[in-house]
């Protein structure tokens, strides 16, 4: 686990400020997020965004968004939407630079036909099988191809075939032809170019040859003039290949690629491939259900940018791999929301109370602040009647030592309101407790006593009259494990889901405040939690919300003993 304190500086931003004091790119900085639209993204993602977003930010440079959109298998405009909007969501503008590779199809051709004329490609007609025998392994070198001396004329003419139809899928790629004696595998000749007779999401029919990424990615970002190419660690051994692709072609700019490692977080996957499985199977309800780690899953939670963006810096860059505990997402979420969110009453399992002193048909208006510490957030009126609820946990019939809260003859605190006894207790037929009937204390108005009683517990409710129906959604870890990846073998990370992920409670109640509630805006409802109105499916008359984060940092908690064990 990763519960290191937030970096302020990083790797990255070190290599910038060495770059711009050596005047290297003429002072520029150039980034960008090159995400493949073939699925939602993801908190892993935001780190990306966060990254190349406020590196740009920081030393006045710019952002491109390009999407990687080369595989025309794989790739949908729905993805090409959801990635737009979520960018924007987390606060982040590309202004107009938004490019697509697919835009530079053209271009990639002409550069691998320069290639080719270089005598640094060839036509390979070996079959896919045979590739894989002839690449060798990491520890023996592998085998030229028989192809890998064509001339430059039948090379180009092979090419022309292949762009033009004339092929199969199979029948022929490009590779670039480098060193199949290397150590590094990548760079034993890799496949540039391959026959796909595939429509593209954006270019239709007019191709049948794609490039493979390593080839578009290296040139795309020479076409757009990036001077810093930041991506995951997984790409350090195609390093060297990104390099030779724009040596061999003598581009007029170069940029540096530098790895950083992706993100882990704990008690879920952050892969679009095990995400995709999780929406395919129905698992979840979709990309933005709120157990999901998705930016859109995030944002239906509840969860708002400025935490996401906070959690991003905490984590900061490293080149190290790591999991980061998913309690410290939590403790960036509450922190946000503390500062910020409004505070209410619910009742998520409602247990009646009826106070026998009090007038039958009287309704008493109290006034209680919305924020404890922000005056200027103003106030709300919460009516206080004869019949209200309280939350069912918060009476024992018969209570343990430590329980402080109502019991039968003790006396309690409610929240803004009086102080109430609990006299009578009724149950039904099958013996379930199903009504309280307590006394209050009119002078106890607001909270407190002429006699300054003490009283141990105070408690949150609803007046029964004027509360409004809600059905609460509460969401738990989706997996029941720290690392669902790590899975033996045979097992499949499926089977670490979560049974108890979704609960849903239909009979709450809250105060009538948040009847008129905004679609996404979020609340502390007190005692209990951070709450949003969902944005799919609540309505003025049927409100749902669902849980972003409970009360408890359990991140504080361990920062807490880790310090005592550090003995500071
Ligand atoms: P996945 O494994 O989820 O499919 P990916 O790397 O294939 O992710 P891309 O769409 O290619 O997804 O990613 C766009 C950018 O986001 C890349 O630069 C990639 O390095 C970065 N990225 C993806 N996942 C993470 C992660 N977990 N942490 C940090 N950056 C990530
Ligand atoms: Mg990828």
Known sequence: MNTTPPATSNFIKTIIEEDLRLGKFNGRVVTRFPPEPNGYLHIGHAKSICLNFGLAREFNGTCHLRFDDTNPIKEEVEYVESIQRDVRWLGFDWNDKLFYASDYFLKLHDYAVELIRRGKAYVCSLDAEQIREYRGTLTTPGKDSPYRDRGVAENLDLFARMRAGEFEEGEHVLRAKIDMASSNVVMRDPVIYRIKKAAHHRTGDVWCIYPMYDFAHCLSDSIEGITHSICTLEFENNRPLYHWILDALET?????????????????????????????????????????PTISGLRRRGVPPEAIRDFCDRIGVARADSMVDIALLEHCIREDLNARAPRVMAVLRPLKVVITNYPEGQIEELEAPLHPEKADMGTRMIPFSRDLYIEQDDFMEDPPKKFYRLAPGREVRLRYGYYITCRDVIKDAQGRIVELRCVYDPASRGGGTPDNRKVKATLHWVSAAQARPAEVRTYNHLFTVQNPNETLEGQDFRGFVNPDSLEVLSNCLVEPHLALAESGSRWQFERLGYYSVDSVDSTPGALVFNRIVSLRDSWAKIQASEKKTAGG
Not at 257 to 266: C, D, G, M, P, T
Not at 272 to 280: A, E, F, M, P, Y
């Open 252 to 292: 007029p700019c170069h940029p540096e690629q530098i790895e950083f490692a992706r993100l882990n977080l704990s008690y879920t996957v952050i892969s679009k491939r095990k995400l995709i499985q999780l929406v395919r199977d129905k698992i979840v309800s979709g990309w933005d259900d709120p157990r999901m």
